[in-house]
């Protein structure tokens, strides 16, 4: 990712030594004002006791160790429409919505 011009920042939760959540922001040094908030995963067994919004919290302050990211003035992220929990954190931490995604699907052997 580093060749491509891409830093990655990540936060990892664990709960008694086992990886219970994961975060990651990715900086691209090609075009410094956006950032991108990529994935976000929970453990269902985890879910519903702050585990996203601590590690996006404490990813967003990591940002500010990243020189790379000095420059960005908006951060971006996607979130499915069905995932009223991820939607609702979202919006607590400011983000709006912008634009709306459509992804298609397709079998490999109908390609």
Do not use: C
């Not at 995963?41 to 990591?62: S, T, W």
């Not at 790379?68 to 400011?94: K, S």
């Amino acid at each position: 990712m580093d060749d491509q011009g891409w830093t990655l920042v990540r936060g990892l939760a664990r709960h008694e030594g086992a990886a219970v959540g994961y975060t990651e922001i990715l900086v691209n040094r090609h075009d410094p004002e956006i950032l991108t908030q990529d994935d976000t995963l929970v453990d269902r067994a985890h879910r519903g006791h702050g585990i996203g919004r601590a590690l996006k919290l404490a990813n967003l302050e990591n940002l500010r160790q990243v020189p790379e990211a000095a420059q960005a003035r908006w951060i971006q992220t996607y979130t499915a429409l069905d995932n009223a929990p991820m939607l609702a954190l979202n919006r607590v931490l400011g983000f709006r919505e912008a634009d709306v995604l459509s992804i298609l699907e397709g079998e490999l052997s109908a390609v």
